[in-house]
């Protein structure tokens, strides 16, 4: 391999290159293009340490933005191609293998706030520009009076020469002289001389401009300032930043009026497109929750006699799309959700927005939204309802929706409604999802949110407000326990016992779920030694095994292989009494890269539990690449086998799969039993191990031992 090619910092350099090269001709400095390169290698250098960072901070991006302009590439589209730029080559100059997805986002977060930074620059320098334009009008302003008073030739010097449009006419508007600035602005052929001041109105003038238009004409005021749109010959749109002032002759009588025009049509263009891109969502062009949150501001405060009515939409199992079938599928599922959602609101009052990942809000507003919002709900899970096609497959997109509605009397702010629509949302989820529920103030102070548990888990753990609970595996053929997994709760303070299902996804969010899951393995594996060693002293008939769940977050980590063997050296647990469970989801299109650190394990004895089997968009015949030794299937396999005669066709499926797993290797473990009914069944299909509340619910590590002992005793 060229050594000079895979160096990074000259892989930063190629990068560096590229941008100059795009930006060069843009720009309006007297550098070269090595040295405008020079000027941005620094700037590239810094974009990679951002891209990299271990705590990422999207704002250094923001001062790159702003050196850009400060490098004079105030062309708008500078910025867009220093987008474009970065989209296509950060990542593939300064990425690193398996890190892809995450610098990728991370990229598109630089690229927003590097956006953000340049607008920012140049609006400030835009204000300091009109500074000095001011000052240059005035120094013109003096100038010209001069001159008509002195000497023409010296006048026609300072006119021709100016950078700005200046035009000069007589007081009842006739245009007298224009500068070759001006003729150019309003696109070279075509007269200006001779025609009316008063000919230059347009239908976006400020409302105030023409008053103090006469103003000025009438000697009542000596100059004035506006943003004034013209129209060019060609009939496009000129906007300007004016500035008429009134001159007068030696006895100070006003005999003209003078005119400076500074072309500002550019950098509206490029700020309007900024608002655009900063109140929109890139992937489905929808209002994003900036633009929302204003328009829900002004929805509240509509005052007497009107109502809002607020839709929060949550996709249900959309994470299991975007795990199984990739971002590109489930960025595709979006955007037709969104299609869908936009054409539910199409009445005046009402808007869809896309909050982030698959929250989407709508709103209805107006004296009967109180109505409307339910009929608006309505319309969104019929328009969800049919399937949607992706890749060839067919989705269902499904979701939860909480309604939140009341008078737009100003007692709430939107961040205080979208709150109570997000717990409502949460209901309507909890409840099974595919629904929707409307809020009620009581429940919402009940409710347990997110917000409130994730600031709580960090400290949560110092304070050893986690513990395990361990639910039996036993062995079909004979019955006996052989194990347990273990199953993580939290002792919350004020809200008692919480389930996993309530908090992993937020500890995964914030990355706790690293420390909390190297505590969840320690602990097991003290556990399962102390049953291995009760086995040794002959005191237990069987030396009992323990699984323990690893997050998707956990398998990434690049520590996870050296923490777990350092767990097992210093627990004295010796690995084939481990077994480590790992979601289909989380494996199912995994690169070679994300199953190194599992095959490591799998070769030094540990196994792997392939968890919640059947759940995904699984491809079976994907299941000889991964090292792992079980499959669990999915509950919802054992839900039907709940009575006798079970469903035929369940069981087809899980014969097909007991049989396909054995022709593999695996062994398949039931999770979910619940009747005698349903091991019998299972046993007859020939499962092997079998999990659930016919044997025993999660409990006390003491309960996994005493019915291991009541099993070989009876
Ligand atoms: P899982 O790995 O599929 O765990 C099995 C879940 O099914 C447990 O819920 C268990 O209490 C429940 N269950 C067991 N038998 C029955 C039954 O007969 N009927 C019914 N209806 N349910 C049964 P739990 O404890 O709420 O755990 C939920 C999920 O949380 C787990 O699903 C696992 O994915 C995750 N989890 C639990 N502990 C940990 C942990 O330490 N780390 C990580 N990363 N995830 C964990
Ligand atoms: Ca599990
Ligand atoms: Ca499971």
Known sequence: MNEAVDDP?????????????????????????????????????????????????????????????????????????????????????????????????????????????????????????QEAISRAALAARAAVEQALHVSEARFRAVFEGAAIGISIASMDGTILEVNDALVAMFGGVGRLRGRNVRDWGHPDDPPTVWRLYEELTGADREYFRAEKPFYRHDGTVLWTNLTVSLLRDANGVPNYQLALFEDTTERRLLNLRLRYEATHDALTGLPNRTLFSERLEKALTAGEGQRFGLCYLDLDGFKTVNDSLGHAAGDRLLVEVADRLQSCATAPGEIV????GDEFVALTTGPR??????????????????????DGRELTARGSIGIVEGPAAGERGAAEVLRSADITMYRAKAAGGNRYEVADADADARAITRHGLTTALPAALERGEFFIEYQPLVHLGDGTVRGAEALVRWSHPQ?????????????????????????????????????????????????????????????????LVADTVEILERTGLEPGALCLEVTESALIGADDDLLKPLHRL?????????????????????????????????????????????DPVDLKIVEGIVALAHSLDLAVTVEGVETGAQADQLRELGCDTAQGWYYARPGPAERVRELALVDAAG
């Open 353 to 356: 927005a896309r909050l982030g």
């Open 495 to 559: 809200h008692g016992i919480l389930g996993p299902d309530r908090f992993i996804t937020l500890a995964e969010h914030t990355g706790l779920i690293v420390p909390l899951g190297r505590w969840v393995l320690d602990e097991s594996a003290r556990q399962a030694r102390q049953w291995q060693e009760a086995h040794g002293a002959g005191l237990d008939p069987v030396p009992l095994r323990v699984n323990v769940n690893l997050s998707p977050c956990q398998l990434q980590h690049p520590r």
């Open 602 to 646: 799998a070769e030094m004895g540990v196994d792997i539990a392939l968890d919640d089997f059947g759940t995904g968009y699984s491809n079976l015949a994907n299941l000889r690449r991964l090292p792992v030794s079980v499959l669990k299937l999915d509950r919802s396999f054992t839900q039907g086998m709940q009575h006798y005669p079970a």
């Open 369 to 390: 939204a109180h109505v409307e919002v339910h009929e608006l709900a309505g319309r969104i899970m019929n328009a969800l309802a049919g399937p949607v096609r992706v």
């Open 9 to 129: 910092d000259s892989r930063v350099e190629r990068f560096a290159t590229i941008w100059s090269r795009t930006l060069f001709p843009l720009t309006a400095t007297s550098l070269t293009r090595a040295e405008f390169e020079a000027l941005l290698s620094p700037l590239a250098h810094r974009l990679r340490d951002a891209l990299h960072a271990r705590v990422f901070d999207a704002a250094e991006a923001r001062s790159i933005g702003a050196a850009l302009v400060q490098a004079h590439c105030t062309d708008p589209e500078a910025l867009s191609r220093t987008l474009d730029v970065v989209d296509a080559y950060l990542v593939l100059y300064c990425g690193v293998d398996g890190r892809q997805e995450e610098l990728t986002a991370r990229a598109a977060r630089l690229q927003h706030a590097l956006a953000a930074g340049f607008a920012g620059a140049l609006r400030e320098r835009t204000l300091s520009e």
